[in-house]
C-alpha cells in the first residue's frame, strides 16, 4: 500500500468523523483502488441512505458498496497467491519473519481486502434489513461472517509486528465483535438470521472484541469507540465508563454531528437534560452539511422539550421535522408525541388529527412505531383521560430520572377516581420509579398488584403484565431469590405484541442470564 495513501489516511478519519463529508469524499477518490478508502467512501453513503430513506440515496450507496467489494476482492484475488509464494521461499531460503517482509507484506494486503470485503457486505446486510428483504440479509450476513471468521483465524496467530497492523487488528475485532455481540441481543422474531449464519451469540466476547478493536488505533478504531460507548450506555447502563468513552470521542472529533448526537441522547437517557440539549445544538449547528441529520437532531431537540413538558416549544420542533423529513425513522413516534403535545395543551381536535396522520407510517416489528400506532389508535377511539395524561407526565419524568415527582404524578392519579385498569398502570409505573431509587420491597408491592389487574386490562394496556414481571425478576436476581427470578420470567416469556416488547425482551434476557449464573 502506498505509503502516501497511509499517510493521508489519519487526515481522512479527521474529515470522516468530524462530518467534513465533502472534504472526506475528494480525499477517497484520490485512491479508488485502495480497500479502506472505499469502503470509508461507502460507509458514507450507507450513513446518508440510512437517514434520508430516498431511492437516489439507497441506489448511491448500494452502488458503492458494489464499487468497494469488487476493489477488496480483487486485492484478495490478487495477493493470496503472492503471499503463499513469497511465504515458502523466504522459508527456504532461511529469511525470518521481521514485520515486513515481502509475504508479510502481501498477507497483510490480503487481509484488509477480506476485512474490507465481510465490512461492506456486513453494510449491504444492514441496507437489506431495512428493506426487509430478509432472505438476502441473511445471506449477506452469513457471507460477510465467514469472510470475517477466516480473516480472524489467521489474524489470531500472528506474533509481534506486521504490516497494517493496526488496522487489520481495528477492522477485524470490529467485525467479529459487532456479530458476537448483536447476535446475543437479537430480538425474538429474527432468530432465524443466527441459526442462518451458524453461531451463537456472545455478549461477554463481543464486548471484549469491541473493547480491543478500539485499543488498536487503526481506522476502525472511532467507530468502535462508538459502538462501545453505546452498548456500555444503553445495555449495561455503565454511565460513568460510557461517559468517559463519549467524551474521548468528543474532544477527538470536536466537529462531529454524530458523535454529538449520540452523546446527546446518553445524557438524556442519564436525565442531564441541560447537558443533552447544549450538544444537541452543537450538533445541529455541525450538521448544515447534511439537511436529514440536521433534521433527526431537531427532533431530538424536541423530545427534550417534550420531556421537560415544554408542550408548545417541543410541538413547533416536532411539526418542523414531520413536515420536511425523507426518512420514516421515529416519524410515528414523532407523530405521536405531536400529538400528545396539543392534547396537553387542549387542542383536542389537532391532537386528533396528528394521531391519525401517523398511522400509516407505523412498520411492523420496530417498537417505537407499534407503540405509536396503539396509543394513536386509543386516542383516536377515546381521546386522553386525566389519568392517561397523568401517566404520560409521569413517564417522562421516569425518564428524566425524577423518580419522586414522578411518585407525586402518580400518587395524586391514584387519588381520584381510577378504575381498575387505571390502577394496574399506574402501580406498575410507580413500582418501576421505587425500583430505580432501590425500594425493592415496595416496589415488588405494586409490580405484583399491578400483575393482578390483568384481568381488566384492554389489549392497549397488556404491556403491565411483562414489563412487571421483568421488572420482579430483576430485583428476585438482586436479592438472590433466583427461583422467584425464573418463574417470573417464565411467565414474561408468554406475552408477546405489547408495548416496547423488544426493549422489554432485551432485559429479560439479561435478567435470565443473572438468573442463570
Request: neutral net charge; proline residues 2%; aromatic residues 10%.
Amino acid at each position: 500500500m502506498d505509503p502516501a495513501e497511509l499517510g493521508e489516511l489519519e487526515r481522512a478519519i479527521s474529515l470522516h468523523w468530524n462530518g467534513d463529508w465533502a472534504d472526506a469524499e475528494a480525499l477517497y477518490l484520490k485512491y479508488p483502488k485502495n480497500p479502506i478508502y472505499t469502503s470509508m467512501w461507502a460507509e458514507l453513503s450507507v450513513i446518508k441512505a440510512g437517514l434520508t430513506e430516498t431511492k437516489d440515496d439507497i441506489k448511491d450507496a448500494r452502488t458503492r458498496l458494489g464499487k468497494a467489494q469488487a476493489v477488496a476482492r480483487d486485492m484478495q484475488l490478487a495477493q493470496k497467491p503472492i503471499w503463499q509464494k513469497l511465504e515458502k521461499e523466504e522459508k527456504k531460503a532461511g529469511v525470518s519473519a521481521g514485520g515486513n517482509t515481502p509475504s508479510e507484506i502481501a498477507r497483510s494486503l490480503y487481509l484488509m481486502g477480506k476485512l474490507v470485503f465481510a465490512e461492506t457486505t456486513m453494510l449491504e446486510a444492514s441496507m437489506d434489513f431495512k428493506a426487509r428483504d430478509y432472505v438476502k440479509a441473511g445471506f449477506n450476513l452469513r457471507s460477510s461472517w465467514k469472510q470475517f471468521q477466516q480473516a480472524f483465524e489467521i489474524i489470531e496467530k500472528l506474533q509481534g509486528q506486521y504490516p497494517l497492523r493496526e488496522h487489520i487488528i481495528s477492522a477485524s475485532n470490529f467485525g467479529v465483535g459487532t456479530f458476537h455481540f448483536a447476535m446475543s441481543v437479537v430480538p425474538p422474531q429474527f432468530k432465524w438470521v443466527v441459526e442462518a449464519i451458524g453461531f451463537e451469540g456472545d455478549r461477554d466476547k463481543g464486548l471484549a472484541e469491541v473493547k480491543a478493536a478500539v485499543e488498536a488505533n487503526g481506522y476502525r478504531s472511532p467507530i468502535s469507540m462508538f459502538a462501545l460507548t453505546m452498548i456500555q450506555n444503553f445495555f449495561y447502563e455503565d454511565f460513568a465508563t460510557a461517559n468517559a468513552s463519549i467524551e474521548r470521542m468528543l474532544t477527538m472529533f470536536p466537529r462531529s454531528a454524530l458523535a454529538q448526537y449520540l452523546a446527546g441522547t446518553m445524557y438524556r437517557k442519564q436525565g442531564q437534560a441541560e447537558r443533552s440539549s447544549q450538544l444537541f445544538n452543537e450538533a445541529h449547528r455541525n450538521s448544515a452539511e447534511f439537511l436529514q441529520l440536521q433534521l433527526f437532531v431537531e427532533s431530538e431537540i424536541g423530545y427534550n422539550h417534550f420531556l421537560l413538558l415544554e408542550w408548545q416549544a417541543a410541538r413547533e420542533r416536532l411539526e418542523h421535522f414531520l413536515a420536511a423529513t425523507t426518512s420514516q425513522g421515529f416519524k410515528a413516534f414523532i407523530g405521536w408525541q405531536l400529538g400528545c403535545c396539543y392534547a396537553m395543551l387542549g387542542r383536542d381536535a389537532d391532537a386528533k388529527a396528528a394521531m391519525t396522520a401517523l398511522l400509516p407510517w407505523v412498520r411492523k416489528d420496530y417498537d417505537y412505531d407499534e407503540f405509536s400506532g396503539r396509543r394513536a389508535r386509543l386516542y383516536i377511539r377515546s381521546g386522553m383521560s386525566e389519568v392517561e395524561k397523568a401517566l404520560v407526565i409521569a413517564t417522562l419524568h421516569f425518564e428524566h430520572t425524577l423518580f419522586d415527582e414522578a411518585i407525586k404524578v402518580v400518587d395524586q392519579a391514584l387519588s381520584g377516581n381510577t378504575t381498575e385498569e387505571d390502577k394496574g398502570c399506574l402501580y406498575r409505573q410507580k413500582a418501576q420509579c421505587l425500583q430505580s431509587k432501590g425500594q425493592h420491597d415496595e416496589a415488588i408491592q405494586l409490580y405484583n398488584a399491578a400483575v393482578a389487574t390483568e384481568k381488566a386490562l384492554q389489549k392497549e394496556n397488556i404491556y403491565v403484565i411483562p414489563h412487571s414481571l421483568v421488572g420482579l425478576a430483576e430485583i428476585y436476581v438482586k436479592q438472590g431469590k433466583k427461583d422467584l427470578a425464573k418463574a417470573a420470567i417464565k411467565k414474561a416469556r408468554t406475552y408477546s405484541g405489547y408495548d416496547w416488547e423488544q426493549l422489554n425482551v432485551m432485559k429479560l434476557k439479561k435478567a435470565a442470564q443473572a438468573a442463570e449464573a
